[in-house]
């Protein structure tokens, strides 16, 4: 990945690292996909599942699991603090960065994304199986969950737009413009009104993907983000989406291939901003 100019080449790995070392006991693969039935039709051999729903968010409150689930269910995958833990998943990885970007929620840093995901590994022709994975109950301790560094709230979010700072919209176009409420193809529902967070900047996520799912070199990545948008590294920088999971991606982009400073996740998104009372919105 060095040669792609990345800040941090090491949060990625090829398809071929993955295949050579599917045997090492430090490293466990995990699998998240927008279709949680999709792991169970082929995956990687030793593979995990991390359902995006049942796993990473609270079953009552709109929240992520807490310290004790987390722990919970990093023992449960044979996950200790110091395994190596690789993501991979559907739809250029969008869903994989979403489970990184919640591990990075309760500070697991040995954290690593499969570049092109799922795609690239099946067009390969690699193997895939239906056996299910499982390893021995590990020894984890979680640390409580610390949100302020990457993650923002409906009220942070409003003092950051009314501060004039960047807000990068990651939804597609017609999204941005109020035509649709979710992505073509999707139910439109889940919010009350159409349009954006005023002020912000539409770069949809899959723009920093290529056709085989993997990551556009840091040079490309820059002429979107930086060119176009005027964007630079010492920003302080919202991205959002829907529900957050496309701008999770985003949020990997420039945190970590780009290595901009100050990049925070607004996961309410526009469910929770197109359905508040007050907040401003442009269409």
Request: with cysteine; hydrophobic share 35%.
């Amino acid at each position: 990945m060095a040669d792609k100019g990345y800040a941090n080449p090491d949060v990625l790995v090829s398809t071929d690292w993955v295949a050579a070392h599917l045997n090492d006991d430090n490293v466990r693969l995990l699998e998240s996909n927008e279709d949680v039935l999709l792991y169970d039709t082929g995956h990687i051999p030793g593979a995990q599942k991390i359902d995006w729903q049942e796993d990473l968010n609270d079953a009552i409150v709109r929240d992520y699991v807490g310290q004790q689930q987390f722990q919970g269910l990093m023992e449960r995958l044979g996950i200790s603090n110091d395994t190596t833990v690789v993501f991979y998943g559907d739809k250029s990885n969008w869903w994989a960065t979403y489970a990184f970007w919640v591990f990075q929620l309760f500070g697991h840093t040995n954290a690593k994304v499969m570049d092109g995901g799922r795609q690239k590994w099946t067009d390969e022709g690699r193997d895939l199986t239906t056996d299910a994975s499982s390893y021995p109950a590990a020894s984890y301790s979680a640390p409580a969950r610390n949100d302020a560094a990457i993650r923002s709230l409906r009220d942070e979010v409003l003092d950051h737009q009314q501060a004039g700072l960047p807000l990068v919209d990651v939804r597609s176009p017609a999204e941005f413009s109020g035509e649709l409420l979710h992505m073509a193809d999707y139910p439109q529902e889940g919010s009350l009104r159409g349009g954006h967070i005023a002020g912000a900047r539409n770069v949809p996520w899959a723009r920093a993907a290529n056709d085989d799912g993997t990551f556009k070199t840091a040079d490309e990545l820059r002429a979107i983000y930086e060119d176009e948008q005027g964007l630079s590294g010492s920003d302080n920088i919202v991205a959002y989406c829907r529900i957050g999971e496309r701008s999770s991606h985003s949020w990997f982009v420039l945190t970590y291939l780009l290595g901009y400073g100050n990049v925070r996740n607004y996961d309410g998104s526009w469910t929770e901003w197109g359905n508040a009372v007050g907040l401003p919105i442009e269409r």
